[in-house]
């Protein structure tokens, strides 16, 4: 018997998480040793039809990471899964629906058209804007469809696990391989990361005065921050207390506060309203009694954006998913 | 087929629930088309269940607390207030009317207010029709 | 699971607007349910006798009942689930009456649609339901009685007589409240000091009771069976054993000060005794207007004190004790006339409130006499009641008496007064009231039904002319009178907003304190153990005053008397597995019920302290994970209810 076959996939994604990938360093060796690469365009030459050439089920595991918006996404991901025992939604794009996520604060329409008509920098005097389908000289030439939606990855097919992270760091990749290669892996559609919010292992937990509130909600650039005193204190919003730990706290440590990229924890279903729910309740907390309704709606004026703060990472996956559509 | 509204009312125990059955007990008539949920204090209330609330076809959503300075829990509808006004303006983000949630205070007496407020939330309501939420579900370009 | 779900008629009162056996029909389709009766009069012996058959013969082990308000019967249906062995936290109540029969009376459809989703919405947070424990706590025997007026005084004294451990606390110098200072009560004419002394001097006779006068209540914390008091205790300067009240400290002191208990008729001095009947029976110093508490600025009194019981060096004190139960008895202060400024209260010299009436009556010998006021005296009803303008709207139930027993006083002191009573209504709804009314009536007492409108004074002879319309006769009368008394209403004592923020305890709409239910609770309030006697929660009479502090004694005496109470099992508790510690919850407790606790590994977790925790839920309304939840109300029954709902 060969060696496990692997594919690497990416859909609406930076390219960070291929990149979490050559991060592990020489443990990519051990990963090469162990399987087969079958599928991996970001770095190895092979084209759709070879995929569509395997029989059902023969890829062992898919590594899907990025979010869903475009028709040749879902083309490519509906193949996949077909053609793989396990699919893994790998990195907070795919899992949550990520950065690329919080365009569905607006939609194709609006983009397509900021992004080919009306920006300063645009040079587009006729006005074109993509299209599916367009007549050339030599024929026909089609473009994949942009939706209106950005999706996680599980609103477009089954999905086995997730890989929670912008990216995933290094050794939650390699629990989830070694998990893979020795069958020893948790019921499906676990998220394979701990099971705690971010505070159960940031250093500054222990730093938190005994009554947490916030008299005023600060901004990153605004103050000079203590890395030794937690963010929430400082009157900094942290999503940490939300958001799934198992990051390393790689922006605690950059001396910024997380912004959700893992996701929620527990019985959670929409990350951005349970931290919404935190920070209101210990916002103005202290003498909250003598703070008028005027003076409430002026602490809240501190949270510039509150949909595009709370929903930074997860957007797609919570409950209203997007704005409404005029 | 007109369609009736379905609003949501979240009480809490000691004061709104208790001036929706002062209503009740003075007979002040007011349109059937809500169902209370009622909970210890509105602080117990968090903005995931009240998008769950629309989420399931609430088309409107009622908070109702003690007045400032009367919880009975002595400060849990000052961290209701924050909820709301916080999510309010969120949901504003999502394209959802300001008026499909709201926040009011009913103390155990003022039966005549629970049916006031509830009467002019569903008015209100019935104008701006069910919310649809279904756009997110399907593909619309 | 097997759910039994009884819907009530209550003798028509639901089963007149909503179709019951629709309801019936639809709680039979619930999945989980094995059994649906309807009953005239669920909360009856019958009616109860039937579930309890129904629970055993049917192995029932959850209950949904659909009848009235849980607050209205919650209870009777808890005990009946106790009764049956079953745990009262497996029973959920559908509100069909107050939601749904009596609030849409007019939509019977929608009525009944309603009352099939209210049961559905019971029956699915039932199926969610487990059993809660209520942990029994210890209970002492000791009560804090705030304020000393006569239902404070009456409270101490019963439960001081049934062998409870009272601390009474009193802002003012003595005890004895509005009561000592008025001359007669109405409608027996029994003279009020003569009755309300030997209960003052029962008070420090009493073993069980210790006193506190000149003290304020500065913070009460904890809860029930366990409150912690800080009591602040201005010194009188006076040492009160040593004091003989013989008096000689008060002709030196140089200072005048407007006698409170004279309602300002007469002067007193700096140092002073409140009035012959005070106790404790001393003397006190008042610094707000002595000259100065050393040698230099004035040292009269002290030098005048031949038993030395003047010492200048004292300070408040703060005294801190536990208590069990609390009991307010703040009072009430009389309405201030100048808000009326058409009556020139203040402003025109023969224009007096009721209770400085009360004074000159009861206290010839000092002040104003009442043979110097006139022949033609007005009393003018409802100034500060029944007054929408000045948001007003409550009787303040009192004053159509006590003005005709001064009306009565006056006249019995000479037959030639010519007096008058402009009344809204005449209220004599009490024991007695309607008899001393006609009698009144009888001696000559004339009562007029008009408002007064306006009164002008006469600079010269300082008559005062009333413009008022007589509604029964339709006429418009202007008559000069000698006298105007206004009869001014009851309002909140000011003491009252202090322990108010305190404990946290809901006003009514007219400003008094709130009791925990109209009929059936009405000494209570909302918060465990902590009971109203008097005026504090709305304006009433001595014998009301005085029954009321007898009841709020019985109520605490029947939490304190079994040595242990039920404490409130709807408590929150914190999943391990998901909670991270971080802390959001420990601040956000009102109750300091939940502390961050570091464990072995250095992580930190929520721990709920179920005794102080009084399950409000406000934290797992916080919490950022759901690690944080409140029992009873966990978010998959919500969850439920909503589905349910929808």
Redesign the interface.
Known sequence: MGKPKVAFYWCASCGGCEEAVVDLAEDILTVVDAVDIVFWPVAMDFKKKDVQAMDDGAIAVSFINGAVRTDEQVEMVELLRKKSGLVVAFGACAHIGGIPGLAN?SN??EILNTLYRDLDTVDNKEGVIPQTRTKVKSGEVTLPRF???VKTLDQVIDVDYYLPGCAPPPDLIMGAINAILKGELPPKGSVLAP???????CRL??T?P????MKEIKRPHEIKIDPDLCFLAQGLICL???TR?GCGERCINANMPCRGCFG???????H??????????????EN??A?T?EE??I??DG?V????L?YMYSLPS????????? | MKKDPKIIVFCCNWCSYAGADNAGVAKVQIKPHFRIIRTMCS?RI???L???A??KGAWGVLVLGCH??DCHYK?GN??T???V???K??LA????EDDRLRLDWVSSNEGEKFGKVVNKMIDDIEKLGPLD?S???T??? | MRIGVYVCHCGGNISEVVDINKVVEAAKLEGDVVLVKDNSHLCSNDGQTLMLNDIKEYKLDKVVVSACSPQFQGLTFMRVMETAGLNPYVLEMANIREQCSWAHYNFPKEATDKAIDLTKIAISKVRLDTPLDSKKMPIGKRVLVVGAGIAGIQASLDLGDAGFKVYLVEKEPSIGGHMAQLSKTFPTEDCSACILSPKMSDVPANKNIELMTYSQVESITGYLGNYEVTVNKRPTYVDPVKCTACGDCVPVCPIDVPDEYNEGLSLRKAIYITSDIAVPHSYVLDTDHCLGLFPLACSKCRDACEADAINYDLYPEKVKFTVDTIIIATGFDIFDAKKKPMFGFGKFENVYNALEMERIIGCEAEGKKLAEVGKKIALIQCVGSRDEQINREYCSRVCCMYATKLAQLMKRSDPKKDISIFYTDMRTYGKGFEEYYKRAQKSGVKYIRGRVAEIEENPDTKKLKLKVEDTLSRSFIESEFDTVVLSVGLEPNKGTETIRDILRISKSSDGFLQEAHPKFRPVDTLIEGVFLAGTVQGPKDIPDAVAQASAAAARAIRLMNQGEYEAEPITAWV?E????????C???CPYDAIT?E?QSD???LAVVNEILCKGCG?CS???????SQQKWFD??QLRAMLEAAL
């Not at chain 1, 929620?264 to 929409?270: A, C, E, H, I, R």
């Not at chain 1, 951005?272 to 907390?285: D, P, T």
């Not at chain 1, 954006?305 to 595009?308: A, I, N, S, T």
């Not at chain 2, 983000?93 to 959802?96: E, R």
């Open positions: 604060f194709s329409k939706h209106n939606t099971e705690k919010s971010l505070c159960d292992s937990n222990k938190k005994e009554k947490l509130t940490g207390p939300a730990s929620p924890v527990g019985n959670v279903v929409d951005g309203a349970k931290i919404l729910s935190s920070i209101a309740s210990i916002l103005g907390m909250e009694e703070v309704e409430v709606d602490l809240l949270i954006d509150p949909g595009g709370f919570s409950l209203l998913k997007r704005k409404k559509s005029d | 602080s968090d903005p995931e009240i998008i769950e629309f989420k400032p300075g400060n000052y961290k207030l924050r909820k006004k916080l999510l303006r969120m983000q999502f394209g959802i939420l756009y997110a579900e593909e619309v370009e | 999943d597995d998901i909670c991270a510690g971080c802390g959001i420990v601040g956000i961050s570091e250095g992580t930190r406000s309304g916080a919490c950022p994970t759901g690690a978010i998959t």
